[in-house]
């Protein structure tokens, strides 16, 4: 993406390095377009600068971690932003290091995934290919995935014993996924998912029990859904003598 901005100075040059400094741009990284030179006058009288539009391009991976340290500013979370971009997998990884990376994380990551979503926004903004952002901290995203790895074998492990299924908490679509496959190769439980965003959840369930039957909705229940009603036989009412009973009749 490109960007430019216009700069004024006494001669072209000092022009163009005004626009240097307020860019933080070295000379090769510009292109420079005069748009107007300047005029010396008379005696100072009609005397008028040098206007300069000064053109830059912008990576994905750039605009991503400019606007990720000025979102940390105003949260008042200031943070030293270390960021990479590979070309290959359209990866940008921004890695954050600071004082208060606890409110940046937030409940079960719940900031962080945020900033992360915001982030992918601008990004990918006016972008052909789509790049996916990874916003990380104190290598908590690792933590989490570890930690959800074990709550999957510990749930699938329950399940078995007591032969019932098991709700998880609510999580987001890519921690589920982490759940589904960490118990994919389990062939004893199964997974699915029921419940809207943003309170769908992951339950865990034996192979082959009832429960599986409610993958697709969202509103049923793990392990069955609401018990079935007898139907009533049809037909005419029989009729009994005086002192004969419906058990006698059996």
Do not use: C
């Not at 993406?1 to 741009?25: F, H, P, R, W």
């Not at 400019?66 to 943070?79: C, D, Q, Y």
């Not at 074990?150 to 999580?171: G, N």
């Amino acid at each position: 993406m490109v960007k430019s901005i216009e700069a004024k100075g006494d001669t072209i040059e000092a022009a163009v390095e005004n626009a240097l400094q307020l860019l933080g741009l070295d000379r090769d990284d510009v292109s420079v377009e005069v748009l107007k030179n300047p005029k010396s006058g008379f005696l100072g009288i009609g005397k008028e600068p040098a206007i300069v539009r000064v053109s830059y391009s912008t990576s994905p991976g750039e605009r991503a971690k400019s606007f990720l340290e000025g979102l940390l500013i105003r949260f008042g979370t200031p943070a030293e932003v270390r960021m990479t971009e590979d070309t290959e997998t359209n990866t940008i990884s921004m890695e954050l290091s600071g004082e208060k990376m606890g409110a940046v994380i937030g409940r079960r990551g719940d900031t962080l995934d945020a900033i992360q979503y915001l982030t992918n926004i601008v990004a990918n903004r006016d972008e052909d290919e789509r790049w996916r952002v990874v916003v990380d901290t104190e290598n908590y995203r690792a933590k989490r995935e570890n930690s959800l790895e074990s709550l999957a074998e510990k749930t699938a492990q329950k399940v078995i014993k007591y032969r019932k299924s098991v709700a998880l908490e609510p999580m987001n679509p890519h921690e589920r996924r982490i759940i589904h496959s960490a118990l994919q190769g389990n062939e004893a439980v199964t997974t699915y998912s029921i419940g809207s965003e943003p309170n769908r959840k992951v339950v865990v369930a034996l192979a082959g029990s009832e429960g599986q039957q409610q993958r697709s909705g969202g509103s049923g229940t793990a392990g069955g859904g609401k018990p079935r009603r007898r139907r009533r036989r049809s037909g005419p009412k029989k009729e009994y003598a005086p002192g004969q009973s419906a058990s006698a009749e059996e």
